[in-house]
């Protein structure tokens, strides 16, 4: 079954750091286009960062410079790491599947298996 | 960065309703157009891609239609399953863009 697990969410203190883990099964991380999306609470969806299969990433302007998204293929696992942290980014962080076509030299790659989530509150 | 805007942001409908939700994007896309479902304290869930094609496993009564800037969202024959808030996105280009969202209320 495939299958997405986030982990690593939790309460943290504004100016902080935090690595969210998400975990694959039924198929291969490395092999795919693999996004974060976050939802603030009681808001739309935020697209927030994705790594190509062949490990380019894009973030978006939000996060740039403070986000990494990385991998571990060993452990078929996804990695968002969140420094200096603001209230801000308090939301519900989602990792999800990317699939789609190669066109005209360009990816288009919607998404089309998701995490349950996991809950980042940035607070004092 | 291109600009997502659904329209409404709430609807009011029945079991056995059409409904239509429409999004519009701030410069053309092509089709290059997803649509999800996401029912509270759930994650979304892929219904279309490429503005038309319906994910397995969806029901028939989704569709979808569109290109360039505009595009629909429409369910058929409304069921009780389907009240929860519908989200529109690019995947045109970086960065990718949701619509703010259009909840389906029961009337």
């Known amino acids: 079954e495939v299958q997405l697990v986030e982990t690593g969410g939790g309460l943290i203190q504004p100016g902080a750091s935090l690595r969210l883990s998400c975990a694959a099964s039924g198929f291969i991380v490395s092999a795919k286009h693999m996004s974060w999306v976050r939802q603030a609470p009681g808001k739309g969806l935020d697209w927030v960062s994705v790594i190509y299969s062949g490990g380019t990433t894009y973030y978006a302007d939000s996060v740039k410079g403070r986000f990494t998204v990385s991998r571990d293929n060993s452990k078929n696992t996804l990695f968002l790491q969140m420094n200096s942290l603001r209230a801000e980014d308090t939301a519900v962080y989602y990792c999800?599947?990317?699939?789609?076509?190669?066109?005209?030299?360009?990816?288009?790659?919607?998404?089309?298996?998701w995490g349950k989530g996991t809950t980042v509150t940035v607070s004092s | 960065d291109i600009q997502m805007t659904q329209s409404p942001s709430t609807l009011s409908a029945s079991v056995g309703d059409r409904v239509t939700i429409t999004c519009r994007a701030s410069?053309?896309?092509?089709?290059?157009l997803a649509w999800y479902q996401q029912k509270l304290g759930k994650a979304p869930n892929l219904l279309i891609y490429k503005a038309s094609t319906l994910e397995g496993g969806v029901p028939s009564r989704f569709s979808g239609s569109g290109s360039g800037t505009e595009f629909t969202l429409t369910i058929s024959s409304l069921q009780a399953d389907d009240f929860a808030t519908y989200y529109c996105?690019?995947?045109?280009?970086?960065?990718?863009?949701f619509g703010q969202g259009t909840k389906l209320e029961i009337k």
């Open positions: 410069q053309s896309i092509s089709s290059w």
């Open positions: 999800a599947r990317g699939s789609g076509s190669y066109y005209d030299y360009s990816y288009y790659y919607y998404m089309d298996v």
């Open positions: 996105q690019q995947y045109n280009s970086y960065p990718y863009s």
